[in-house]
Structure formats: C-alpha cells, structure tokens
C-alpha cells in the first residue's frame, strides 16, 4: 500500500479538483477500491445531547445563540435518554453514535456526565463519538478513559476563509485541540463544510490542510451547508452539486485511507447525487431522520437507497483498532422500519 502524504501543495489539490470531472471520478474511484471496499458504507447516528445557546459566532449554526433560528437552549440531556437513544440507533443499524453538544468547549463539572454516556453507549457495542467543541488535554485524556473512540472536531474551511466564517475562535484552536485528541490515544473525526460562498481555491485549502494534518482523520465529514433561516449565511448562493462531488472526490483522492462522509446536507440532495459521492469515494453517512437540530433522510430511504445500490453497512468490531479492524459485514434490511431492523452480521 502507498504510504500516505502530507505535503499537499496548494496548487496539486487545486489541479485535483480542475480535473475533467470523468477524470477525476475515475481516479478517486480507483483509490477507493484499492483501500476499501466500494461497496460498504459505514453507518453513524447523531444526537444533539445539549442543543443551542452556544455563545459562539459560527455564521452557520442554527444554535448560536445570537441568531434568531428558533432553536431553543435546552439542558444537557439525562443520560437514561442518550441510552435510549443509543438502543434504537443500534437496532436501527448504526454502528457508531456520535454525541453533540453546542458548546464552545465543555466545562470540567462536564466531563464527567458526558464520560458517563460515553460508557454506556460503549457498553452497548457502539463506536463511540463526541463533539463537544474545544477540549483541553486533561479532558481528552479523561473522555478516553471514558471510552472515547472518536472526537469530531472540525476545521471548517480553509485558513483564509475561516475569519470570514467564525470569530469568536481561531483556526489555530482547532489545531491545538485535534492535537490534545490524538496524544490522548482518539481517532479523529474532522472535516469541513461546504456551500458557505467559497471559492474553489478555498475549498482545495480546506482539503489541503485535512490532508496535511499530522495524521489524516480516521474520519472525514464534507458537510453541505444546510441554510437555517436566521444565521449569516442562509441566502448563501447554492453551490453546484458536482462542485461538491469534486469535494468528495479529492478527499478520497488525498486521504486515501480515511472514511470519507457524506455529512450534513444529504436531506436536500438526490439520489442520484448521493449514488456520485459513493462513487467518488464517499463511504461513511448520518442515518436517523435527525442530524444534530436539522433534518437527514429517513431511515427506510436510506435502507432503499442502500438496496438500491447494493450498498451494505459496514461494521467495525469495537474492540479494534481501525487500522487493523475486523471488519465484518452488516445488512441494513431494504423495507424495515428503524426498530424492526435485522442485521445479518457475516464474515467479510
Ligand atoms: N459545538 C461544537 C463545535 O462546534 O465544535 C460541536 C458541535 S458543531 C454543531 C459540529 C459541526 O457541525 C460544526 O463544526 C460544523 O462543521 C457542523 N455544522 C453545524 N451547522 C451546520 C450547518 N448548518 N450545515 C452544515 N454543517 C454544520
Ligand atoms: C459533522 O461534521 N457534521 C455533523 C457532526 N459533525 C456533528 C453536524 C451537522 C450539523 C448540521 C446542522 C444541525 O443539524 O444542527
Ligand atoms: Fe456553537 Fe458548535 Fe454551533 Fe459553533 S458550530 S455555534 S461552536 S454549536
């Protein structure tokens, strides 16, 4: 296997995404094949464990607190929810269940009720994930010890851009704390959005700096803006859907070995879009009608898209590392309903 680079310029990842769209969907899709297989799909469910009244600025975030979106402020979930809530994502047929809370970075008297989801959602034979903003390295190291498999924390955009999108934090924040994650012994689950009013440039130096990241992300999330009436960036003119293609497809290109996730953004997408980012290398989704406060497709459209296109859900065995899992394959039963979901676990 070719070992992995991380001295992207600027100007090969622009001539990634320059590339004649057949062009380029054909090489990100040989890399696909030789790194995964084209058919799995790896399968996440969110939950917003602690929604809205952030103080943060995101331009894009419907739980920001000084953006009138009608998300309310809500309390830190009770954990006998998240355990429910975990219950059914997993008879559903998620494998991992990914925890959001709308802070811009937890308080210590926090870490400890979080912990205590994060080991009961392990408890169930879950991946686990959290996304809690900003962590110090004394809080990464105690989610670890929690059980802690994942931490999403995302760049957002290129290092140019960022400033024109958040404020009230800097790029170099990110860094720091993506930094605390992987010496506590995380996965790293970090990627970025799309569709805020970037340029092409913009969106090569957002996946510039994933692929020049000391690690690439295990994880890598491509976000479509979804607009919320109320913050900065809705009205924000559409991006082109194979724009956003390209973005799959040279993420795939330049972190081969990542799961790339078609992330936020897939409720307002087709099908037929949604078959292209497969093929361009896309293999790790949402599932569950919710994303954090914003809709996904439901689960039966994703178990027919699935069937569909011969995709089946991919299981990782919780107990291993990534870069040595024990893969094996799970059937996300095309015609169930989320809670009579049978997953026929076979051998890879
Ligand atoms: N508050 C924490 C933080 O920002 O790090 C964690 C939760 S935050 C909602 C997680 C990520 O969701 C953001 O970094 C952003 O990439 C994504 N996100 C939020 N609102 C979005 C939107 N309207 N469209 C697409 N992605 C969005
Ligand atoms: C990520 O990259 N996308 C997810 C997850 N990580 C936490 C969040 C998407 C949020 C979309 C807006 C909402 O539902 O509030
Ligand atoms: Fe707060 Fe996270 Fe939303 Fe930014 S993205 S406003 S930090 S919840």
Redesign the pocket.
């Known amino acids: 296997m070719s070992s992995l680079r991380h001295d992207w310029a600027r100007s090969d990842v622009l001539a990634l995404l320059d590339l004649p769209f057949a062009d380029l969907l054909q090489r990100a899709h040989g890399v696909h094949r030789a790194h995964h297989d084209a058919n799995a799909v790896q399968v996440s469910t969110l939950l917003s464990i602690k929604t809205g009244g952030?103080p943060?600025d995101?331009a894009?975030?419907?739980?920001a607190a000084r953006y009138s979106t009608g998300v309310e402020a809500e309390k830190l979930l009770p954990l006998e929810t998240v355990i429910e809530r975990a219950s059914q994502a997993k008879a559903a047929g998620a494998t991992r269940f990914c925890m959001?809370?709308?802070?811009?970075s937890p308080k210590d008297r926090d870490v400890p009720k979080v912990a205590a989801m994060i080991r009961a959602v392990h408890a169930l034979g879950m991946e686990t994930c959290a996304?809690?903003?900003?962590l110090s390295e004394s809080q990464a190291e105690s989610l670890r010890e929690a059980g802690l498999d994942y931490y999403?924390?995302?760049i957002?955009t290129a290092p140019e851009f960022y400033a024109d999108v958040i404020k009230t934090r800097e790029f170099q924040d990110r860094l720091d704390t993506l930094g605390h994650v992987r010496k506590a012994g995380m996965k790293t689950c970090c990627?970025?959005?799309v569709g805020m009013g970037e340029s092409r440039a913009q969106r090569a130096g957002l996946l510039q700096a994933l692929a020049n990241l000391p690690e690439h992300p295990q994880s890598v999330?491509i976000?479509?803006?979804?607009?919320?009436e109320g913050?900065p960036?809705a009205g924000t003119a559409l991006l082109d859907p194979f724009e956003f293609v390209r973005t799959v497809a040279v993420a795939r290109i330049i972190m081969p070995r990542s799961m790339v996730r078609l992330?936020?953004?897939r409720a307002e997408m087709s099908d037929e879009l949604q078959a292209l980012c497969f093929f361009a290398g896309a293999n790790s989704i949402f599932y569950g009608e919710k994303l954090?406060t914003?809709g996904n497709p439901d689960v039966h459209a994703d178990q027919q898209l699935f069937a569909r296109l011969g995709i089946h859900a991919l299981q990782i065995d919780v107990e291993a590392d990534a870069a040595h899992a024990n893969t094996v394959h799970a059937d996300i039963t095309e015609g169930a309903c989320a809670d009579e979901v049978s997953i026929a676990a076979m051998p890879a």
């Open positions: 952030c943060e995101c894009y975030c419907p739980q959001g809370a709308a802070w811009r996304t809690l903003g900003m999403n924390h995302n957002d990627g970025g959005i999330p976000n479509r803006l979804v607009q919320v913050t960036l992330s936020a953004g954090l914003t």
